[in-house]
């Protein structure tokens, strides 16, 4: 028969074991969550290439993401219906035709740098159907910002006295700006960091917390296979 | 207790002369190890290459120290192994050595051995760190000491998670990639625009942190053609892993070429950046406020 001693050792030891178990269950859980990947469509065979469409929404909403509904947030469009993910399956070395929908406000870049249009075919983007090769920085809303291959694309925001503003994701029909852009992916396959650089995080210290730092938000991947 | 004939004999009394014959050990070790170190091992503790003059400086730095260490490192090894060897408790004995208190003689050398290596390093140090114009390592908004002659400032400007680059002596334009001439001496300044970050450029052996609001300064003069890996060395946010690049030193000629051709190219972007300064710290935009 053991002892009592022996009996609280192992249940203290049976417990710490569990805890940390569940403990480890959960940082697992967290660190490899992510959302599911979005596969690009075939573009019009005039344009060639595929086709992604995106959109920028100021407020994802409970339908989309009923933990963080008021957070900003990119949505992917998929046989005709917006996923809330920010990881796009591309193939590789194919031109990709993006038309993004951006309902959400202006709120300026910190770096004015970024308010140039880089790495795109032609080094522009169309903005309302103009092709500009920079914006004004203080009407960027986002960016759209793929580092390693170096594609930047500044995305202006709604004016404030638009009318029609979006107050929740899927915004159709509300007030928003339409942008195009193509890019070439590259000939290596791989994972590709995408950001937006415009500390968009409402409620967070300088606008970098919350979506800014969570996967799935304002930031993804491209998946070039 | 056995001896080698190499050994000094035993001391009268049946006890061998244990401090003599240690000296001779430690000794004989330090002169076989020492060059193997100087050789060996010194030059691969500093960062990789010796592509500037900063890291050519840590290199020797390194092998410095790891000299001075040898002895240290041995008499310490050395003593332990001869302890364990002929200092043994004897078999079924259980023998409390002697108490040896107040050796004045063993304390006074002690405190001097220790506090001259201990100053020596850090007189080494603080030389070679001021004498290298601060070795590369951030030196904050006024360095002690600046290397002398021309320098080409660049800029290094931090944010999550991406570092870009200005020239002010270019017309201040920024890019996204480092470039920097071979043999021209470097003065970077170092900020951040968000969080703090730290620029680590690992080939040069420059690392500086990227504060909001603080120029820190950093000199390097890179001595020869090659790629370099550009890091972030501070854990800044989720995307801290990928925040980093590949920068290039370049002939003179090339690098020439080059900034004119990010002149051109990033043309738009430089009507609309704020004038050169040495900090940029935004207000708050109105999400974040």
Known sequence: MLSLYVKKLLGVGVAVLALGGLIGLYVATWATSAPPPVAAT??????????LTLETVAAIGPKYSPTHPDWVSYLVRQNGKWIHSTIFTLPANTVIHVTLYQYDGESGLRNPWLSEVQGTIG???TVDGKTVDSINPEEASHTFVVPELGVFVPLPGVPEEAKNQCEFAPCEGAA???????FRTPNKKGRYRWQCFVPCAAGYLYGLGGPMQTLGYMDGFLNVV | MSSSPSIPSPAPGGEPNHALRFTVLWLTATVIAMPLVIIFIGPILAPGGTGSDAVSGYRSDMTVLAAIATPIILLVALYLLYAVA????????????????GDARIQTTWIIVTSIIVLGIAVFGTVRLEE???AGSGSGPNPLTKPSGPKLPVQVIAQQWLFTYRYPTYGGVETTHLVLPENEQIEFHVTSIDVIHSFWAYQLGVKADANPGVDNIAFVKPTKVQAFNVRCAELCGIWHGYMRDTGHVVTQSAFNTWIH???TAFAPATKVLPKYSKTYLPEPTRRGE
């Open chain 2, 86 to 101: 002929f200092f043994r408790q004897p078999q079924g004995g259980a023998l409390e050595g002697p108490a040896v208190r």
């Open chain 2, 132 to 134: 290298g114009s601060g």
């Open chain 1, 42 to 51: 075939v573009a019009p065979a005039s344009s060639g290439g595929d086709q």
């Open chain 1, 123 to 125: 080094g522009t983007e």
């Open chain 2, 261 to 263: 051709q990010q002149q």
């Open chain 1, 176 to 182: 928003h700006r339409t942008i195009t852009f193509s």
